[in-house]
């Protein structure tokens, strides 16, 4: 699976929204995006995923650039309950295929 | 949505001891389920794919005799970490993967668990 890189730390207002970049650089053609987030001591959560147009869910936008080297997951309203370790992961999307995790963005949402 | 259990969501053991963990897929069957180890300050690593029915696959440079995985049951994969040592404390966190999906849960997808904090005396 393709490797992602990703800034170690963002911060952000609350209230405001958090672009969370992702560098994909040698993703597949059929390799999706991922993202998950991970609160302080718990279990990762799913977010959303991708190939190539742009997705939008309850949660949060994922945006991929048009070359797929690059995407951004934007959580449109970021609350202090958003403060989290976001990871991004490209994978192939087969039948149970594993998610290898880098070291994901530390976001902290600020009040 | 899909709900993913652990137990205990912590232990405390002696050195030497053997630990069990539980992960079940409450709302729905996981064929695939993986194990994840995280040590503080640092990300997921994963350690195996459970497959129920069969053995589970390990990832390089992790002891399958030492990390117990079985996957009797569509819903229920085990780790039992065997002669726990000091080094082997660490948050445990299973993930089960949904695969066709079903009411209210995304196919394809992996929902992990709450983890399980593992800690050896």
């Known amino acids: 699976d393709a490797k992602t890189t990703q800034p170690p730390s963002m911060d952000c207002a609350e209230g405001r929204a958090a672009n969370l970049p992702c560098n994909h650089s040698?993703?597949?053609?059929?390799?999706?995006v991922y993202w998950y987030r991970q609160i302080h001591s718990q279990g990762p959560q799913y977010i959303i995923h991708?190939?190539?147009n742009n997705e939008t869910n309850e949660m949060a936008s994922l945006i991929i650039t048009e070359d797929r080297k690059s995407s951004t997951l934007i959580l449109p309203h970021a609350t202090l309950r958003d403060t989290a370790v976001y990871y991004c992961?490209?994978?192939?999307?087969?039948?149970?295929?594993?998610?290898?995790f880098g070291q994901g963005t530390e976001l902290s949402v600020k009040p | 949505g899909a709900v993913v259990s652990q137990h205990p969501s912590w232990v405390i053991c002696k050195s030497g001891t053997s630990v069990k963990i539980e992960c079940r897929s409450l709302?729905?069957?996981?064929?695939?389920m993986f194990w994840y180890r995280q040590f503080p300050k640092q990300s997921l690593m994963l350690m195996a794919t459970?497959?129920?029915?069969?053995?589970?696959?390990?990832e390089q440079g992790v002891e399958k005799d030492k990390f117990l995985i079985n996957h009797a049951s569509l819903t229920l994969s085990t780790l039992t970490v065997t002669s726990a040592h000091p080094e082997d404390s660490s948050f445990y966190i299973c993930?089960?993967?949904?695969?066709?999906?079903?009411?209210?849960?995304?196919?394809?997808?992996?929902?992990f668990g709450p983890g399980t904090r593992l800690t050896v005396l």
């Open positions: 993930s089960a993967f949904s695969g066709g999906g079903g009411r209210g849960i995304r196919g394809n997808t992996q929902y």
């Open positions: 040698t993703i597949s053609g059929n390799e999706y």
């Open positions: 991708g190939l190539k």
């Open positions: 992961i490209v994978r192939v999307d087969n039948q149970g295929g594993k998610l290898i």
């Open positions: 709302d729905f069957q996981a064929t695939t």
């Open positions: 459970s497959n129920e029915g069969s053995k589970a696959t390990y």
